[in-house]
Each structure stands twice: as structure tokens, then as C-alpha cells.
């Protein structure tokens, strides 16, 4: 099938199997290697992109429903200014150690950020729900995300 | 390469559902994980999915003549969204899967996976929500316990879509949802459990829904006990927890498995029972 959709402010036109979840396409087709495969079931976010500016799992969601849609990977994300003040707030706070799960959480981070640019420490728990870390033990994220929010100035 | 449809149109689905049958994909969040190496359709006999997620006549969210009437296809984010749609429907979708999932998983995929387990059912058999099942040339209403059969299993016939879910605009004035599971997010219920209730003025109660997921191939609801208290002064309760805790100790039969056990889901619906009923009368 034709697809098209649009990728980090470019038109992509594939002809893929529509039901190849948009994970294996970002990263077999495209070359996009910064979502991540880490579940394949939805249960940890390592492979989170933003499609129509809402925090997807990339490894549950065939291509062929991305169709006319926008999707953000972390590669896109990052000619961003936001992702500059997200990657700021990670670095001073250690919220990075192997990296597996950062590209997913910078996402869900902008997700929430762009919703909401002053939550509490539960809600960003709440939208980082779906997203394991399992080196930092999650705090120095929530830690990071507090900081950048509370920084602002970011167009999230 | 399996066979896929996009129609632009509810009216085009339905003709393709009607020629070739096809397995509808909303969201896709359980298709996708149920699959094997994570894309459904691939086996043997690979059915053709069609894609119905994106078709606006799904999507839609309103009240009409005192009644809700969610699209098949609105999100479990959008109903978080839509601060007017009850309470408790909210709070039990604030407790599925993680922000990611919600943002896909769609109401009427929680409904046609019939899973045990489907978070949103307690609710809408509470509530006694029907679903519009439309083929190409007609439409039927069926109430919500009459459509899901037992685990993965629906009375949606091959050339029907689930197009609607609608129940009653009707808020209680006491509500409780708990969900128990092994963690707070991303997890499936070990059981579930939803109360409803309204008082009159001179302190009886006036209407109680009581349901439980998660302990039988299907949700438990037992109106005929829940008529029984109706009428029944809040001063009075105290004197029936023992017999009602008693009649619903028979109705919950719990399976054991990977996920809890027999024992342990009866004990804590019956206690998250006995609390609610406590405080009704506080």
C-alpha cells in the first residue's frame, strides 16, 4: 500500500505492508534508529514518537494508520528548542545513564510540557507512567522534567 | 502481504465489511500486541484489517436527548478529554494502560475485545449502555451484557460495525471505582469493582448499581439484588451488609491465574463491597 504521512516536516511516500508497526518502518526503512525497540507490546515506551503532537508506542501502531498523519521521532524533535531546554534539564539533573529509554522520555516530557507547562510532580509521574527506566530509578527523570518546566522559556 | 482497507467513509466500510468481512482496527492497541512478532493478520489464514480509526463519523462525542453517544472510534484521551462525560467512566479510563496506549486505544475496541478484564465494562454495564451495530443497510441496538458473549466474544455479526455506544446522561450522587492490579499504570485489572448509588430526601436509597470485572468470563451485575436494597432507609443498611455480602459471595466465582487468585479476588471484592455499603450509611 501507499503511504504517506508526514515525518519530522517532510512528506515520506512508501509503498509498505500497512500493517508493519511504525517502529520496524522508522527503523528499517528510514534508517531513524533513535526510537527504540525495547518491549514490542506497548508496556515500556522506548519506542514512543509523536504522532499528531500526542505520545504514541511506535511498536502498536501499524503504519497504514499514520496515513496523512504528522510523526515527530526523536530526530525531528531535536531541531527543536524545546528539546534543547529537555536535554539541558536531563543532563544536570542525571537523568541519563545507558540512554535506551531517553529518547521516548524526552518525548513523553514534551508531550506532557506542551499540555501543561507547570505540572505537579503527579502528573508528571501520570504521563511518564508509560515509560520504564531501569537504570535511574525514574526520580532523577521526574527531577528533570520539574527542572525544565520550571526553567520554561521553551516553546513547548 | 495481508489485505488492507482505508475507507473514507463509515458508508464505504460498511460495503467492504459486507463484501469481504475484515477484521476492523481502530486503535489497534490489542490487535498489535496480540499478534504474532507484533502485527496482526499474519498467520495461515491471515484475515484482510481494515482501518476504521480515522473515520470522523467514529470519532464523534455528544449528548443527545438526555443520552451519551460515543463514537466506536473516540479515544480513551478523549474521553479523559471531555470533562462533561461522567466521573466514574473517566476515572476508570484515568486508570488504563499509560498516557501512549490511551492516546490510540479506542471505546469501542475496549468493548468488541470482550476481555474480562475490559476496564471500561464495569461502567458501562452499571450504567446498562447499548451498542448501535450497523451493517449496510440496517442498524440494531443491543444492550451492552447481551452484546459481549464471554471472553473475546461479541454478538457483532461479520458485516456489522460497533458504531456507537450510548448510555443514560444520568450522574449518581455516590460513586466508587477501584481497580486492582499488581501496579498503578499499564496494568490489567486482578478485579474490578464500580458502585453507584443515590439517596432520596428522606434518606432511602433511591437507585444502586453494583458491578464487578475481572472475576467471571463477563461482567457481574445482579439487578434483582441491587432492586432488592432500592427503597431501603440508609439507617437500616447496617442491619443488611451481612445478607447482601452474603448473596454476592455466591454470584463472584474467580478463577485462579497468572494474575491473582480465586481467594483473593472474592475477598477483596467483597471487602471494596462491604466498604462501599459502609459508606453509604457514613
Request: glycine share 8%.
Amino acid at each position: 500500500m501507499q503511504i504517506t504521512f508526514e515525518l519530522n516536516n517532510e512528506t515520506v511516500c512508501l509503498d509498505v505492508d500497512p500493517l508493519r508497526p511504525l517502529l520496524d518502518v522508522l527503523r528499517e526503512e528510514l534508517g531513524l534508529t533513535g526510537t527504540k525497540r525495547g518491549c514490542g507490546e506497548g508496556e515500556c515506551g522506548a519506542c514512543a514518537v509523536l504522532v499528531n503532537d500526542r505520545l504514541v508506542n511506535s511498536c502498536l501502531l501499524p503504519v497504514g494508520a499514520v496515513v496523512h498523519g504528522r510523526v515527530m521521532t526523536i530526530e525531528g524533535f531535536r531541531q527543536t528548542g524545546a528539546y534543547q531546554r529537555l536535554a539541558e534539564a536531563f543532563t544536570e539533573a542525571g537523568a541519563v545513564q545507558c540512554g535506551f529509554c531517553t529518547p521516548g522520555m524526552i518525548l513523553a516530557a514534551a508531550a506532557l510540557l506542551r499540555r501543561n507547562s507547570q505540572p505537579d510532580e503527579t502528573e508528571i509521574r501520570a504521563a511518564l507512567a508509560g515509560n520504564l527506566c531501569r537504570c535511574t530509578g525514574l526520580n532523577m527523570i521526574v527531577e528533570a522534567v520539574q527542572l525544565a518546566a520550571r526553567r520554561g522559556g521553551a516553546p513547548w | 502481504m495481508v489485505t488492507a482497507f482505508r475507507p473514507v467513509t463509515l458508508n464505504e466500510a460498511l460495503a467492504i465489511r459486507r463484501t469481504h468481512g475484515t477484521v476492523p482496527l481502530a486503535g489497534g492497541t490489542d490487535l498489535m500486541a496480540a499478534a504474532p512478532s507484533c502485527s496482526p493478520g499474519r498467520g495461515e489464514s491471515s484475515p484482510s484489517i481494515m482501518f476504521i480509526g480515522h473515520l470522523t463519523e467514529l470519532r464523534q462525542i455528544r449528548m443527545e436527548q438526555g443520552e451519551w453517544r460515543l463514537g466506536a472510534a473516540v479515544t480513551l484521551a478523549d474521553i479523559l478529554d471531555h470533562a462533561r462525560l461522567p466521573a466514574p467512566l473517566r476515572q476508570a479510563v484515568a486508570d488504563m494502560a499509560s498516557p501512549a496506549i490511551r492516546n490510540v486505544a479506542t471505546a469501542g475496541g475496549n468493548i468488541c475485545n470482550a476481555s474480562p478484564c475490559g476496564d471500561t465494562l464495569p461502567f458501562l454495564y452499571a450504567q446498562a449502555a447499548r451498542v448501535l451495530l450497523c451493517d449496510s443497510g440496517n442498524r440494531r441496538e443491543l444492550p451492552i451484557e447481551r452484546f459481549i458473549i464471554g471472553p473475546g466474544k461479541t454478538a457483532l455479526r461479520p458485516d456489522e460495525l460497533l458504531t456507537e455506544i450510548v448510555f443514560p446522561a444520568r450522574e449518581f450522587v455516590v460513586h466508587r471505582h477501584h481497580k486492582v492490579g499488581a501496579r498503578r499504570a499499564n496494568t490489567l485489572a486482578k478485579l474490578s469493582f464500580l458502585g453507584l448509588a443515590d439517596m432520596d430526601a428522606a434518606g432511602r436509597l433511591s437507585d444502586i448499581r453494583l458491578t464487578f470485572g475481572s472475576v467471571a468470563p463477563t461482567v457481574i451485575r445482579a439487578p434483582q439484588l441491587e432492586q432488592r436494597l432500592c427503597g431501603l432507609p440508609l439507617t437500616e443498611m447496617k442491619h443488611h451488609i451481612d445478607e447482601i455480602s452474603a448473596a454476592y459471595d455466591g454470584l463472584i466465582q474467580p478463577i485462579d491465574d497468572q494474575r491473582s487468585t480465586r481467594e483473593y479476588r472474592k475477598q477483596v471484592c467483597l471487602n471494596l463491597l462491604r466498604w462501599f455499603l459502609e459508606e453509604l450509611i457514613a
